[in-house]
């Protein structure tokens, strides 16, 4: 296994209810097998990530003679503890596979558009602007600017693109006593979903809120580090939706594991990166594609970077597909 680290600028800061990123470390690994070489990007989130603080110039020199199988079996067994290798590792190992991916063989993938945190003004020239050229979908961070300033900005979106599907994210921002009140002022504006509420952790009070509230809530941060609990987890808080970020989880069988229980439960999921670059991109548009896909997907981050691996994902629109050379 080869690997090398890369630091990635961001074109324009992005900001988060946990902070601003302006940079940020990528590995790329290599493995080859057969005369075919397949890569993986370990891109972890220092602010989410479990293994956001560890140093994977370490754990990869550690690696760097295994065996192809030993590589494996060893990102398998630390899985709770590097999630972003497991994910890195799988998304390698898929790129030796003989058999194309229904994405590598043409299959599109819808996706919704992003609008990041950042002053009112500067979100709703962003969102104008995305709905005007044809995006179906946007995704809104909410939670860390004042309720009625955000209110104001959705209902102005709303007004001008009256069919359009808006998603929420609150990365668990708003506070248990007043998330209720928030989820029915933004319910006023045909809101599809809304993402992480409150904080991850609290089953009992998230339980509650998903079986009040009048929009539909969908678990992210909530499903972290979780992987015996998969099926309590669900059954204990009864979403509506799941957000599944392979990088974060683990890579792709426990995402796997997430989507079977959650279909015991009629609970339905979507995938979405994870500030990785176009490698990891690439490697979770593959692996969504295996799927029926009937939502749309939150892919679609590499363009946030001055600079990324070469790639041969085209987006336009809302449309991601696979450009054959």
């Known amino acids: 296994m080869k690997f090398q680290e890369k630091i990635f600028e961001f074109i324009k800061p992005a900001k988060t209810s946990r902070g601003v990123y302006t940079k940020k470390s990528h590995f790329k690994i290599s493995i080859t097998q057969d005369s075919k070489t397949g890569c993986g990007e370990i891109a972890p989130l220092p602010d989410l990530s479990v293994d956001g603080k560890v140093n994977y110039t370490r754990v990869l020199e550690e690696c760097h003679n295994l065996s192809n199988s030993d590589l494996r079996d060893f990102s398998e067994a630390h899985i709770a503890m590097y999630p972003a290798l497991n994910f890195a590792v799988e998304s390698a190992f898929a790129q030796l596979s003989e058999t194309p991916s229904p994405f590598k063989k043409g299959k599109e993938i819808i996706i919704n558009g992003l609008v990041w945190m950042d002053t009112v003004d500067e979100m709703l020239e962003v969102a104008m602007k995305k709905a005007g050229e044809g995006l179906r979908c946007l995704k809104f961070k909410v939670g860390a600017l004042d309720h009625d300033s955000e209110c104001r900005l959705i209902e102005k979106v709303r007004t001008a693109f009256p069919n359009i599907t808006l998603r929420l994210d609150a990365n668990g921002g708003f506070n248990f006593d007043d998330a209720q009140h928030k989820l029915n002022d933004f319910n006023a504006f045909q809101i599809h979903s809304l993402e992480q509420p409150i904080k991850a952790g609290n089953w009992e009070a998230m339980n509650e809120i998903c079986a009040k509230s009048p929009i539909d809530i969908a678990l992210d941060e909530e499903l972290i580090g979780v992987y015996n609990q998969k099926y309590p987890l669900l059954k204990s808080i009864k979403p509506k939706y799941i957000i599944l970020k392979p990088s974060l989880l683990g890579g792709f069988s426990p995402c796997d594991e997430w989507i079977s229980e959650a279909q015991k439960l009629d609970i339905d999921w979507w995938a979405t990166s994870a500030l990785?670059?176009?490698?990891?991109?690439?490697?979770?548009?593959?692996?969504?594609?295996?799927?029926?896909?009937?939502?749309?997907?939150?892919?679609?981050?590499?363009?946030?970077?001055?600079?990324?691996?070469?790639?041969?994902?085209?987006?336009e629109k809302d449309i991601l597909r696979y450009k054959v050379n």
């Open 276 to 315: 990785e670059g176009n490698i990891g991109l690439l490697a979770i548009a593959e692996w969504a594609s295996s799927y029926d896909l009937s939502l749309p997907q939150g892919l679609g981050t590499g363009a946030l970077y001055k600079e990324n691996y070469p790639s041969s994902l085209v987006l």
